[in-house]
């Protein structure tokens, strides 16, 4: 875990100075995303408005616990995370509270936010389905359910069933198909594998690029981000993006987001840093710096997000997948997806 101030690294010994108490120049930060992918969007906003920002980064669980256990004492204003179910386990562990801004309802869609303000997406990730071009015609895919089909034997990659981005697609099968079609699914998905699921995405891109198997399901960013990396381009260059469900849902889609800790002491400025961060400027970052998609329709895509094509993304109510999360993980479970 790291702690850094955005304008100088800090010593441990200011850990002590971290203190919950209201200061009109600082807010504090926890993010379970990585340092490099937040910090220089803390940097602008401080430059911008003089507000120091304090970021501990560690992983998102593990902050939320630590909110929880500091109680009233947390120093915490602003807890940053990938992926809804997250924002969601904050939301119900109660370390969150709502806050209500007309730039943030405005700019960020109603599916991507919290219906009452307790957490809000800033960024969009798709996760679509990734196939070798070498090995399979785009002609034979159409859905998720269809990688279900017995055509797609021991030819599927995919991480884990404790990977939240997995339990999320999984909970929005169940919101639009019930339990029991999802569950079916679910059978038919894990019986197609090529391996036991290991790895990140990137793992899986490789595999496929390997030769382990024909069919990835993975973020866009993860392969945008190896079309970015001569060291990984070559892998990368062999799989294509294919979306499914355009003709019924869309494309299972995800946020990276944030909320307001319960007991902020800098609620203000933790609410300024959150507008900020949906800024046409800031998003234009997000976009270019790590392939996410923005939040705002007047924002390209990176120039490689844009090779991927257009799709029609889901628009279920992203609060769905945090509610059906505890569902997702016992049917993947019963399903033997490991």
């Not at 204003?77 to 309802?105: E, M």
Request: net charge neutral; charged share 20%.
């Amino acid at each position: 875990m790291k702690l850094v101030s955005v304008i100088s690294l800090v010593g441990a010994s200011v850990l002590s100075s971290f203190l919950p108490m209201a200061n009109a120049a600082e807010v504090n930060v926890y993010s379970g995303r990585q340092e490099e992918l937040v910090k220089p969007l803390l940097e602008r906003f401080t430059a911008e408005t003089g507000i120091k920002v304090n970021l501990i980064t560690g992983k998102a669980d593990e902050l939320i616990s630590r909110m929880v256990s500091e109680g009233r004492n947390s120093p915490a204003d602003i807890i940053i995370s990938s992926d809804v179910g997250r924002l969601y386990r904050a939301k119900q562990q109660q370390v969150l509270q709502a806050v209500q801004s007309d730039t943030l309802t405005e700019t960020i869609p109603s599916a991507l936010r919290d219906p009452n303000g307790y957490w809000y997406g800033l960024t969009m990730r798709a996760r679509p389905i990734m196939y070798v071009t070498a090995k399979v015609d785009a002609s034979e895919l159409s859905t998720y359910a269809d990688l279900a089909n017995a055509k797609w034997k021991g030819r599927i990659c995919v991480r884990s069933s404790d990977n939240i981005y997995n339990q999320s697609l999984t909970a929005s099968f169940i919101a639009h198909d019930g339990a029991a079609a999802t569950a079916k699914w679910a059978q038919g998905f894990v019986a197609n594998f090529a391996q036991p699921p290991r790895g990140g995405d990137r793992d899986q891109i490789k595999a496929a690029a390997a030769g382990m198997c024909d069919i990835v399901i993975a973020n866009t960013y993860y392969l945008a981000g190896m079309l970015a990396d001569d060291s990984q381009k070559a892998a990368a260059e062999k799989l294509s993006v294919f979306w499914p469900n355009q003709a019924t849902d869309g494309v299972h889609v995800n946020i990276s987001g944030a909320g307001v800790a319960k007991y902020a002491p800098n609620k203000a400025q933790a609410v300024k840093l959150l507008e900020f961060m949906t800024t046409a400027d800031a998003q234009r970052w997000y976009a270019e710096a790590n392939h996410e998609y923005s939040i705002r329709a007047d924002v390209a895509s990176s120039d490689i997000l844009q090779r991927f094509g257009e799709f029609k993304a889901d628009t279920l109510q992203l609060e769905n997948l945090g509610e059906l999360n505890a569902d997702a993980i016992r049917l993947m479970d019963r399903a033997g997806w490991k």
